[in-house]
């Protein structure tokens, strides 16, 4: 590469010299861009304040190094107890425009003390969709809280890695195994790449990071919180993989006896459908895997002020308190119905979830 700057052009003019560079850069451009795509900025921090209940703090990179220094990167925040037990990844802004899922995962690590087992959590899992906001919905860029330390401050992330992080959209995206395919824009949804691929996009990596952590950490149960549109079928249900599906259950009527009604929804197929998280890590590890959808009125075709937090109908207090509910009732149903008890995992989440309601996201956020 550095010969083809060794030609003499001392001797000619400096308008030519800076002529002739820049075409070969120009020229350039392209055969490097892509390579440069996903490591050309540093992942997204975020206003997260644990307690003493998180004993250690890293990073997904630590599961597949080709993710560090890239804005796929983030935080994994870890809690111990002091019983042995299984172990839990909860995963929040898989789509980060799905806000009770990222605040619901910021709570769990701002407020929750695990007994028993070891309880991963990753509020950001896609970093990079929570690095900027889509311009073509009408909601609002950043959610404010008033809280006893002052304003605190959330992004209103994207469904889709940032388009400035990854290469060009192709046509169609080809699902890594399966074949399946989507439309293009779907290889920047993170649900939809699952389980990844070492060596293939940022969001590809950002998945297989994923399933490396839960390999090496022999994790246990996996959930993925989500929202969905009012309108949507699976707006307030519980998305189980065949697997896990008797433990869903048992989850479901202890919710309903409770007051709280949630759909039930078993995985698709795997001949049907491919790149869901719950289907995934259910197919792929020894994980039981979980997704759960709350009810976000800033999806599907909204205009004008929707109110994201205090929505009259869907406030996201109530939103946030059913993801934390509907988890402490599948770690409960699992606890039960573990084949080995010694694998038990106990949370206590130092929020009064019965209270939630009236009390608010403000008063409980650090």
Known sequence: MQNIFKFNFYRRSPK???????????????LVTPALA????????????????????????????????????????????????????????????????????????????????????????????SSYTDPRHDV????????????????????????????KDPKRFKHYPSGFEFKGKESRNLNRVHPGKKDGTLTQ??????????????????????????????????????????????????????GTDIKLEQSQPADKFHGLSHREFGDNTDAYAFLIESI???????????????????PLKDRVKFQLSTIQYILSSYNIMAADQAKKIEIQLNVDLANLKGSGLSRILR
């Not at 950002?206 to 309108?231: C, R």
Request: some cysteine; overall charge negative.
């Open 16 to 30: 030519l010299l800076l002529t002739l560079t820049l075409s070969i850069v120009l020229a350039l451009l392209p």
């Open 140 to 167: 609002p860029e950043w959610l404010e809280f008033e809280t006893e330390s002052g304003t605190r401050t959330f992004r209103y992330g994207a469904r889709y890695t940032n388009p400035e992080h990854q290469e």
């Open 296 to 314: 976000n009125p800033g999806q599907g075709d909204v205009s004008g002020d929707v109110k994201i937090i205090n929505n009259p109908e869907h």
């Open 205 to 258: 990596q950002i998945s297989f990071a994923l399933f490396q952590l839960v390999e090496k950490e022999s994790v246990d149960v996996v959930i993925d919180m989500h929202e969905a549109s009012p309108g949507w079928r699976l707006a307030n249900s519980l998305i189980c993989h065949p697997d896990a599906l008797e433990i869903g259950s048992m989850a479901k009527m202890d919710m309903e006896m409770e």
């Open 38 to 129: 996903s490591g050309t900025a540093e992942p997204t921090s975020h206003d997260i304040r644990p307690r003493y209940g998180v004993r250690d703090i890293g990073w997904l990179s630590d599961y597949h190094s080709g993710l560090r220094n890239t804005p796929g990167d983030t935080r994994v925040y870890q809690m111990s107890g002091d019983k042995q037990g299984g172990a839990v990844l909860i995963l929040g802004g898989t789509h980060p425009n799905e806000v009770a899922s990222v605040l619901a995962a910021v709570l769990l690590v701002e407020n929750a003390k695990v007994s028993a087992g070891t309880v991963f959590v990753i509020p950001h899992a896609n970093n990079s969709a």
